[in-house]
């Protein structure tokens, strides 16, 4: 396999450095306001999910993406290939988790809610798929960022030893 030049393999690991810190930037935005923001009418409300899609979509998403695909050339270009590294490996499992469950959960409840508090602002606030798409909000974005917080930081203690090499079997 043909490996990166040094130089080239520290421009796209400082790539990969940026667009993570992007995402996790957006992400403790995203969270605190999602946790901490009291709107006090369906208009408060609206802008406060404006907001909040408005950071998933132009911030969180592509960063999230970039990290990805940054993250598939280094392990592919470089030695840290994709399973030699227990930490490698669970930065892929975790990566590919929390992007799908953004993908497939947190993503359209927000912009269930935001269409919904967009189109009738005014009962906004009682709206039952607003309430209960909040509250399973509430509910993941904790551990969501917790997770991705967590695979940062193993990014940088590298913690775990190499996995074991596999034995090759003579052939009967």
């Known amino acids: 396999m043909k490996q990166l030049t040094p130089t080239a393999r520290a421009w796209l690991k400082g790539v990969h450095v940026l667009v993570t810190a992007a995402w996790v930037g957006a992400a403790i935005c995203m969270c605190l306001l ?55 490996t669970v930065k892929w499992i975790g990566t590919l988790a929390i992007i799908l469950f953004g993908s497939f959960f947190l993503g359209p409840w927000l912009n269930g809610m935001e269409a919904i508090a967009a189109a ?13 798409n909040h509250r399973a909000m509430v509910y993941a974005v904790g551990p969501q960022l917790l997770t991705l917080l967590f695979l940062t930081i193993i990014s940088v203690l590298k913690p775990w030893k190499r996995a074991a090499k596999r034995e090759r079997s003579p052939l009967p």
């Open 34 to 88: 999602t946790l901490v923001s009291r709107p006090a009418n369906g208009h408060e409300l609206h802008g406060i999910l404006a907001a909040l899609k408005l950071i998933d979509d132009w911030v969180v998403i592509p960063s999230a993406v970039a990290s990805l695909l940054t993250g598939l050339l280094i392990s592919w270009l470089t030695p840290w290939g994709f399973f030699k590294w227990r930490w490698v």
């Open 120 to 132: 009738d602002p005014l009962t906004a606030m009682q709206n039952e798929i607003i309430l209960s």
